[in-house]
Every structure is written in C-alpha cells, then in structure tokens.
C-alpha cells in the first residue's frame, strides 16, 4: 500500500515564460503536481508538456490562468511584469481563499534601478484583498538558474516576504524543497527591497561579467530558522 501523502498542487500563472519554467521543473522533480497557466490553454498545454519531456516523467499540465488557480493549491504569479495589475485584476476571484507567491521584481535587466514602493506583492495584496494571502517569494532567483542541475541544491537564499506568516512558512517549505534555503524577512512592504536586490544582482552580474551573483544571509542557525517566531 502506498502511504505517501500527496504533495499540494503548484499553479504558475504565467507559467509559459522563463521563470515559470524554472520554478516549475524544481517543484516538479521534487515531487509536486504542476499547472502551468497561460492566457492560452494551447500555449500551456505545450510548455507543460516540453517540462514532462525534459523531467521523463508526467508531471504538469497546462489550463487557462483562472482555471490553474482555481484548481492548485498554491499559485505563483510569473506574468511579465508589465502585466502584472492587469493579470491580478483578472484572476482575484479565482484566487479568493489560496495562498498567491508574487515572484515580480520590476526590474528592467538593461537599466537596473530599484523599483519605488509599494512593493509589486503590497500592491498584489491591495487588489486581490484579504481572502488572498500574498507572499513575495524568489525575485532574486534566476530562471537560468533554476533550470539547471534540477536535483542539486541551489546556492541561493530567498527572502519570504507576508504578512501571514503562516503563509510564509508554507512558502519556506515550498523553496526549500526546490533546493533554496528560504526566511522569512518581514512583511510585504519589506518586499521593494528584495526587489531592489534583484537591480544589486544585475549589476553585480554585468560589472564581473558573470550570470550567477546572488545573496546569503548569515548569522542565522538552523534551529533559528526552523521556528519562526511570530
Ligand atoms: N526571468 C527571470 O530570470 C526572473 C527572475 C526573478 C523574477 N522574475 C520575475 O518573474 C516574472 C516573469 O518574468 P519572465 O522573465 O518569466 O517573463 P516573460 O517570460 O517575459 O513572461 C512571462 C509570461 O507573462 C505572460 N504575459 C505576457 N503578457 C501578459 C499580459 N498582458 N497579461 C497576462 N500575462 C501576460 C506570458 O504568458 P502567456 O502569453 O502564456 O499568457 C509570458 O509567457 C516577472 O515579474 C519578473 O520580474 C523573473
């Protein structure tokens, strides 16, 4: 008999771009059913199934964006940032009651500048309203990177953003189990920050001409971490 406890299903809404992809791949080796959201179910259908042929296995499917968040339990929010109001505008009731990971830095890779506040997830929380429970997650995680090595730990932290932080433990677990170590940082509008770590990144990146420059916080002990006291 197969006592395994089902994972929870991860909707990326936006899911057919680069981000999605990356976070997409991670969740699903590590054992999670995956929907990836499109405007298009034909275009989601196709980006879940070139992930199944990449992982060898079924692990994603593909359906409209209000119909993967109506359907997953979690849901990550990987639009371009450009469309990032009008996609929340047009997923709110289908989002009612779940969790939603913002994953927006609005950062522009040729002119990496921080972005002014409010945070892209204090923004995402006003609009949806309180039956959403908004987390910033992975703003700093880039897709290339992600979609590399799908079974090794990555050598990143990620910075949780909520006001729930309830929500953002469950979030803490999801990344951890795509390979990141994961903390809570405060709540959503601690998140332009993070943001603004992603123009840090860029132009760490552009200046030593490497891909890979990402952050570590340090001073923390495995114990501290596991409980996070509210
Ligand atoms: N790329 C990275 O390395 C990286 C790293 C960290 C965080 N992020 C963040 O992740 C998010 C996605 O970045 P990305 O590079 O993956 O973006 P992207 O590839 O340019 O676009 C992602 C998806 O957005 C959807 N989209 C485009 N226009 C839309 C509209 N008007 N309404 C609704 N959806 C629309 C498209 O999906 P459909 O056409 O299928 O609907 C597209 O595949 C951004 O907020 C970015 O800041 C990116």
Redesign the pocket.
């Known amino acids: 008999m197969n006592t395994q406890i089902p994972k929870q299903t991860i909707a990326i809404l ?7 992809p ?1 976070l997409a791949l991670r969740w699903a080796y590590a054992g999670y059913p995956i929907i990836i959201g ?3 179910l034909e ?2 259908q196709a980006t879940a199934k070139e992930l199944n042929e990449r992982l060898g296995f079924e692990a994603a499917t593909g359906l409209e ?1 209000a119909d993967a968040a109506r359907t997953a339990d979690f849901s990550v ?8 109001q ?2 929340l505008e047009g997923l709110k009731d289908a989002l009612q009651g779940k969790i939603l990971v913002d ?5 522009d890779f040729r002119d990496p500048k921080p972005p002014a506040p409010p945070s ?1 997830a204090r923004t995402a929380q006003d609009l949806l309203g309180p039956g959403v429970r908004v987390v910033a997650a ?7 990177v992600l979609k590399k090595n799908l079974g090794q730990s990555l050598d990143t932290d990620v910075l949780i953003n909520a006001d729930d932080v309830e929500a953002a433990k469950e979030i803490i677990h999801l990344a951890e189990a795509a390979g990141m170590r994961a903390y809570y940082a405060g709540g959503l509008d601690n998140a332009v920050v993070v943001e603004g770590i ?1 123009s840090l990144l860029i132009s760490i990146n552009k200046h030593y001409g490497i891909k890979t420059a990402s952050i570590q916080v340090t001073g923390l002990v495995e114990v501290e971490k596991k409980e996070i006291p509210v």
């Open positions: 936006g899911g057919t771009g680069k981000e999605g990356g499109s405007r298009q275009k989601a964006n929010l990987t639009v371009v940032q450009s469309a990032h009008p996609a994953a927006t830095a609005r950062v892209a992975f703003q700093n995680v880039p897709a290339h992603t």
